[in-house]
């Protein structure tokens, strides 16, 4: 693949979603602008529980997220448009009612060290849903083989979005075991 036709690639499946990321963010900041949410059930974390029972949940919670925003690999990237602008939706939403709570300095202030690390899992494997659709539509070199050739640059980003999803795991995880190592340090533990 030339260097113009993996730049090509690379905005083909990044702009869109980070368009969609935008527009899901902005609708979930606008809807709950100024709401406040009701004092929580028990936080996860107590001097009662062990850090993996604090990484438990984060993860059952992240990882599904992940596999969703990666099913555009199996729905030519609606999936994946559609599952970014929920979940981004939903970050901006539930950020909003925390701000209104505790203050945008104390709500961003609470989730920047394992934010980040959640958020570029959750770009990896938006990236990685939408790489098969932008190499099969950008990538136009010829295969030489009777499969036709969109669809054999199709399998082609799906075997290299493998890697987006694996990495995306992997980063997610860390961000779980980061936030739970946090949560438990403001308990005391």
């Given amino acids: 693949m030339g260097r113009t036709t993996s730049l090509a690639v690379v905005m083909g499946a990044g702009l869109p979603v980070a368009l969609a990321s935008v527009i899901g963010m902005a609708v979930g900041v606008i809807s709950l602008h100024g709401v406040q949410s009701p004092a929580g059930g028990p936080v996860p974390g107590d001097s009662e529980t062990s850090l993996w029972e604090v990484v438990y949940p984060i993860a059952a919670t992240n990882l599904p997220a992940c596999l969703l925003l990666y099913t555009g690999v199996l729905t030519c990237g609606a999936g994946t448009l ?86 995306s795991l992997l980063v997610v995880t860390v961000a779980a075991v980061v936030e739970a190592v946090v949560i438990r340090s403001r308990l005391g533990n």
């Fill in 82 to 167: 559609l599952s970014t602008f929920m979940l981004t939706t939903y970050i901006g939403a539930t950020l909003t009612a925390a701000a209104a709570n505790v203050g945008w300095l104390s709500a961003i202030g609470s989730i920047w060290i394992y934010a980040p690390l959640e958020f570029t899992g959750f770009a990896l494997a938006s990236y990685g849903g939408l790489l098969p659709l932008a190499t099969a539509v950008t990538d136009a070199e010829g295969t030489g083989t009777s499969v036709p050739s969109w669809l054999r640059r199709y399998g082609d980003g799906m075997s290299r979005s493998l890697r987006f999803l694996l990495l």
